[in-house]
């Protein structure tokens, strides 16, 4: 298989048919703008699994994704998509960073659903942007902006419904977005990328154990559990956890 790129938690292949791409879940862990690492066998499978069923569901709803099928324990089917250079933060309860710049409580649950465009490059370690910024930098035109705002709101409502099924506490998020080409000239905005515990702050309603990476960036321990217990609670039929040939 062709190579197309490497990132921290992912690699992408040149897909069977023009316009798709193979998502390849690696078990490599970062944190801090990768100054933290390590590899946790079985992690990838664990996303590609959760992240699989979490687009699968979203067919539930008319937000459009690049999710295809789930190809193997490791990989997906994508639609080929331009990813456009912003991370959009979604937060309903503070936590990580927030607390840090504005020195809110961790746990406290904000007035609002708060979304924020953070710049994806990791050499500037992804600052916070305002839309003035991201129209400066012509990073996204107004109606992709609007696109992705009103998106991250509908995945916000279905992700919140879909883990409080399973005694999940949806914290917060980040989720991207990427161009699709299609005929005409035109370009549709649809959702990219993955939603799995390595993106999601997840906490357990009753207990408030966090399930997220969170036990990796703070050295709790147990992700692999957490990550797993989380598909349990999706009913998802598991492999055998190896490691990466
Ligand atoms: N997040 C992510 N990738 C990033 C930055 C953040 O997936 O590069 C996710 C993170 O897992 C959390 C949410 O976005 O669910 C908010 O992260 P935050 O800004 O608090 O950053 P962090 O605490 O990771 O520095």
Not at 180 to 194: K, Q
Request: with cysteine; hydrophobic share 40%.
């Amino acid at each position: 298989m062709k190579l197309l790129y490497e990132g921290k938690a992912k690699k992408l292949f040149a897909g069977p048919d023009t316009g798709t791409v193979i998502q390849y879940f690696k078990d490599d862990a970062t944190a801090f703008n990768a100054q933290k690492k390590d590899t946790l066998i079985g992690k990838g499978i664990l996303n590609n699994y959760i992240s699989s069923c979490i687009f699968e569901a979203l067919n539930q709803t008319d937000i459009p994704h690049h999710f295809i099928r789930q190809l193997s324990d490791r990989e997906q089917l994508v639609k080929e998509v331009q990813i456009i250079p912003i991370e959009v933060i979604v937060r309903k309860v503070a936590a990580g960073s927030i607390c840090k710049r504005l020195g809110l409580k961790e746990g406290e649950p904000l007035a609002n659903t708060l979304i924020e465009f953070c710049l994806k490059d990791d050499s500037l370690g992804d600052p916070i942007i305002s839309r003035e910024h991201i129209e400066v930098m012509q990073l996204a035109d107004e109606f992709e902006m609007d696109a992705m705002t009103s998106m991250a709101y509908r995945v916000t409502d279905f992700l919140t419904g879909l883990f409080s099924m399973m005694q999940i506490q949806l914290i917060d998020f980040k989720i991207e977005f990427g161009r699709l080409n299609s005929v005409g000239g035109f370009h549709e905005v649809i959702l990219a990328d993955e939603i799995s515990p390595d993106n999601c702050r997840l906490w357990d309603m009753k207990t408030n154990e966090k399930l997220d990476k969170d036990r990796f960036r703070r050295d709790l321990g147990g992700l692999i559990e957490s990550y797993t217990d989380i598909a349990n609670r999706m009913s998802l039929k598991l492999p055998e956890l190896k490691a990466e040939l």
